[in-house]
């Protein structure tokens, strides 16, 4: 069941005796948390039917008692187990949750962790209650996710700036979301986010980012490359190794993908690269300056350095070193 089928049912006072959310993706578990905490009672109720548990410090004796208890003045109680991962023994919650009390909501948040399906626990809250697993989005779903988030502080936001945001905070949805809400808010009474926001508002260089690192060495640019590179050993946050690689993996893998589609037409291209029709010349032009063989090779040499920068058949070069030899030997 989708997060927002979830709040649906909640708004319409339909409950379920218990839901489990975990997985490897806490925005979604934590967005459903707080509004459990701060919806499902009014006030007046919750000062008297709310309870909330940490997975630290929380016996299960106490947690199970919580649970039994009869709501007071309301028709409903809420109890809620936060870091549920964190327990010895979570397992200890099964007497509960096989006979679980109909008049309390019990939300548990069970992050980078998932129950085991084939074992009796998940079987029964999937059956009496929900089991809501997430999972961390693929990097090309951010740049659609950021969207719609923009589209909900009423905004919109221009491919270029959208991608600078995407690049430099990665797959942290937690952090994507605080930043479109802090964009909102300074922008005033414009209704449009441009690069010159996200440089001003998120501290992202329009000039030395992943993005046009990236661009560099599809252009083949050597000296805008080694530029980028130095600003980035200047300034580590801005780019740091681990988030560099993966991104001209994934660029040159796209090249890569178009040599299988020679002749098709730039909208069947763009949806099976994944790649909004607005970037996709910048895909094109480097496939004009790569051949297949380079590509490959590119490849290649990406997986090999991204092995040296954790260490491996490599001597103790500096990430800036790594990526300028890197540079000299895909581009060369």
Known sequence: MAVEKIIQEWKAKKFRPIYWLEGEEPYYIDLLMQYAENNLLSPAE??????????????????INACRRYPMFAERQVVILREAQM?????????????????TVF??????????????MAKVIAKTGELFSTKKLYDNQLPA????????????????????????IGNDLSRLYNETVKLAVNLGKRKNITEDDIAEFIGVSK??????????????????????????ESNPKAGPIQM??????????????LYAMRGADQQTISAQLGVKPYFLNEYLASSQKYSFQQIERALLLLHQYNLKSVGIDSARSSDA???????VKIML
Request: hydrophobic share 40%; charged share 25%.
């Open 145 to 168: 996710w950021v969207e719609q988030m923009v589209k909900e502080q009423g905004l919109t936001i221009n491919p270029r700036a959208q991608q600078l945001l995407v690049d430099h």
């Open 107 to 120: 939300v548990v948040g069970y992050k980078d962790k998932k129950l085991d399906g084939r074992k009796q």
């Open 46 to 63: 919750a000062e008297f039917n709310l309870t909330v548990f940490y997975g630290k410090d929380a016996e299960i004796s106490n947690i």
């Open 244 to 257: 560099i690689l993966p991104a001209l993996f994934n660029f040159f893998s796209k090249v890569y993908m």
């Open 207 to 232: 000039e030395f980012n992943v993005f046009e690192l990236q661009n560099a060495f599809g252009q083949k640019n050597l000296t805008k490359t080694v530029q980028i590179i130095q600003y980035f």
């Open 87 to 103: 327990m010895r023994d979570v397992e200890g919650l099964m007497p509960y949750i096989e006979k679980p009390q109909p008049s």
């Open 321 to 327: 070193d790594l990526m300028k030899e890197l540079a």
